[in-house]
């Protein structure tokens, strides 16, 4: 497995290949991340995975110099799973002067996460495409978990006409049912035992919903109430259509449930598709 910390090098390798996987992290790299490049493997001969944490999508009183590091560790998995090559700068190469060219982001980045992280797309949106445009590969895998992005990822490469494939990865969830992320690791023993319920809290949501129960504002405040009750502090969990990612109404068959809450000082994400 090649380990690349410049632009040069990393192009240098790619210049003859023509079968090109893609997955970007920002390390710290659990079962779900590998799960997303086994996934990468089913379709490329070559499989490059970043490793960089981005300041751009982290808001000023976010854990942006907290966020785990483990790249040692995270090397050893990738070179066990057979990853070609790891790409990790360092912020002076992908950000040598400051970043003054961005996207003008589409109103659903305004919603949801956009709305209780203002800029985190923008963020996001800077770091994929930069990364689109130094690696080229022909396809990406992005996870479920963070499904806005991936709706977000996904038409920005449709609309600008990028000739990358996007492919989206099954959430990974722990035996509890908890969506594995790094963040996971902030949590005390008893607010990890308590996590789980805000899947468990979707999960309601879908068996109603597939009963044939379209009260949306009913089963979205009675789950709110529910996680409220538990010491959970929400900042959404609304039912949305899949496909636009707006609010949903009784005639959209196509639905999520899209969650975000804290407990304590960790901040959670998870959604359940319909």
């Not at 008893?190 to 379209?214: D, F, P, V």
Request: proline fraction near 3%; hydrophobic fraction near 40%; glycine fraction near 6%.
């Amino acid at each position: 497995m090649k380990i690349s910390n410049d632009i040069f090098s990393l192009r240098d390798d790619l210049k003859n290949k023509n079968n090109v996987a893609f997955v970007p992290t920002m390390g710290n790299l659990h079962e779900g991340h590998l799960a997303l490049i086994k996934q990468a493997k089913q379709h490329a001969e070559y499989v490059v995975v970043s490793i960089f944490v981005n300041r751009l999508q982290f808001l000023p009183n976010e854990d942006f110099d907290q966020y785990p590091r483990t790249f040692d560790g995270d090397c050893d998995a990738l070179n066990k799973l057979g990853v070609n090559h790891v790409f990790a700068p360092n912020e002076e190469i992908l950000y040598p002067d400051q970043q003054e060219f961005l996207l003008t982001l589409p109103s659903i980045a305004d919603t949801l996460e956009g709305k209780f992280r203002p800029g985190f797309f923008c963020g996001v949106t800077t770091i994929v495409l930069k990364l689109f445009n130094i690696i080229q590969p022909q396809i990406a895998i992005f996870g479920k978990k963070d499904f806005q992005q991936l709706h977000i990822v996904k038409e920005m490469v449709r609309q600008l006409n990028i000739p990358i494939k996007i492919e989206g990865c099954e959430i990974i969830r722990a035996s509890d049912g908890l969506a594995l992320s790094s963040r996971n690791g902030y949590l005390t023993e008893n607010q990890r035992n308590e996590a789980c319920n805000l899947y468990h809290s979707l999960q309601k949501i879908k068996q109603e919903i597939n009963a044939g129960n379209k009260s949306f504002d009913t089963l979205q405040e009675a789950a709110i109430n529910n996680l409220s009750q538990r010491g959970w502090k929400i900042d959404y969990l609304t039912i949305q259509n899949r496909n636009t990612l707006r609010t949903a109404n009784i005639k959209d068959k196509n639905l999520i449930v899209l969650a975000a809450a804290w407990l304590g000082k960790t901040r959670l994400i998870d959604n359940i598709e319909i």
